[in-house]
């Protein structure tokens, strides 16, 4: 089975791969990078993990990093510390792409060079790891093994020459500045970083990383009889292709690269993630979004990216995203998170269609940001609830309104809403 996110990310993956890990034997990251913040509560003590699967902390689960997952040695030292606490198996994928500094001194210097074409990144330096993927250059995780490795995926295909080329350019734009936060970003951003530094910022990860090097594809097939789960990062609406492009993550999101990059290509469970409202981080359309009561959820919610700590934009359930997103992630099922941040309200806005301001439903002819532009809510009400559902383990615990809420959103999605998500801690969810 695979874990999804069903809306802009953010929506408490990592808090339900952790719930369901505890019935797999392999648990496998197939995407993304350290721009995820998936958070766990265990016993109330919170963790957020930005590259190794959330099943960490299980003592005992084996933990894959699969190829398409583009590496940050310094957080995956750090969480590999986590994990050997814990007593959590981890494999590395000798094939997955490395962010090195200059990847995210990239990412930074374009986010301050765009003016208006902010696209909003966490600046972890992965949508230039992943071009540095596209065009067959650049070190991987088995380069970091020894000087000799690094020096050659170094000066392969002109990396490092064209890599701060573009640093130089960017970094030139910077002289004039006259507000010094841009400043100091323009110059700390701007460094140079000779073969040789570079090269040693690499291997000094070696012995750490050695040991947990192996092919994550054969692993996997030579699984036989163990149970799988597959983590996603970001969300479908983020995604590179099917997302509202250019607002995008660097990476495709959905449950299909997980057959391409791990072997994978029958999968008996896609379970979607979303939360009872919509929040985003950084630029992009976002019909639902409510300036009204934004605030309200971004506090009640404690939406600030676990990456970044950036405030997220915050809006009501959209149900017309959410089934294009079920659509392009092929979801049968669905975990609805954060029901226990609506409680109090009296009534509960929920999004069933689209209007160009004519009041008229009509449907987008794509959903990036072109072919979203313009569009607005419909919503229907709902009656909201007052009790603490908290302490809800099941469904039939569940107060009526917050059932009507689910049923809603199944009902028009076609898709079967089989968890709910009413607290942080990992035990906190009401399963169907």
Known sequence: MAVVGAQWGDEG????????????????????????????????????????????????KTNVVGPYVVVDPEVLVAELA???????????????????????????????????????????????????LAARRGPKLRDLLSTRRMFRALRDRHFLEERMLL????????????????????????????????????????????????????????????????????????????GTQPYVTASLT?????????????????IGVAKAYVTRVGGGPFPTETPEKGDWLRERGAEYGATTGRPRRCGWLDLV?????????GITELVITKLDVLRGLAEIPLCRAYHRGDGAPCVPEGFDAEGLDGFQPIYETLPGWSEDISGCRS??????????????????????????????????????
Not at 30 to 54: E, F
Request: aromatic fraction near 6%; glycine fraction near 12%.
């Open 82 to 132: 986590i994990a050997r606490k814990i007593g959590a198996t981890v494999i590395l994928d000798p094939r997955c792409q490395v962010v090195t500094p200059l990847h995210r001194q990239i990412d930074v210097l374009r986010e301050l060079t765009n003016g208006t074409g902010v696209i909003g990144t966490t600046g972890k330096g992965i949508g230039p790891a992943y071009e540095d």
């Open 321 to 329: 995203a959410l089934r294009y997103a079920c659509r392009m992630g």
């Open 13 to 60: 993956k990592g808090k339900i791969v952790d719930a369901l890990a505890a019935d797999a034997d392999i648990i496998a990251r197939y995407g993304g990078g350290a721009n995820a913040g998936h958070t766990i509560w265990v016993d109330g003590k919170k963790t957020v993990l930005h590259l190794l699967p959330s099943s960490i902390l299980r003592p005992g």
């Open 167 to 242: 640093i130089r350019t960017y970094a030139a734009q910077g002289k004039d500045e006259t507000d010094p936060i841009r400043w100091r970003l323009f110059a700390e951003n701007g460094r140079d970083w000779p073969e040789l530094e570079l090269s040693g910022w690499g291997v000094q990860h070696a012995e750490t990383i050695a040991p947990h090097l192996k092919d994550a594809a054969g692993l996997i097939d030579a699984a036989d009889g163990k149970t799988l789960l597959f983590e996603g990062a970001q969300g479908i609406m983020l995604g590179m292709v099917a």
């Open 254 to 270: 959905g449950p299909g690269a997980i057959g391409e990059t791990l072997g994978v290509h029958r999968l008996d469970r896609v």
């Open 395 to 432: 469904w039939d615990d569940l107060p009526e309104n917050v059932r009507t809420f689910l049923n809603l959103v199944s009902l028009q999605l076609g898709v079967p809403v089989t968890g709910a998500s009413v607290g942080p801690e990992r035990e906190q969810i009401a399963w169907r």
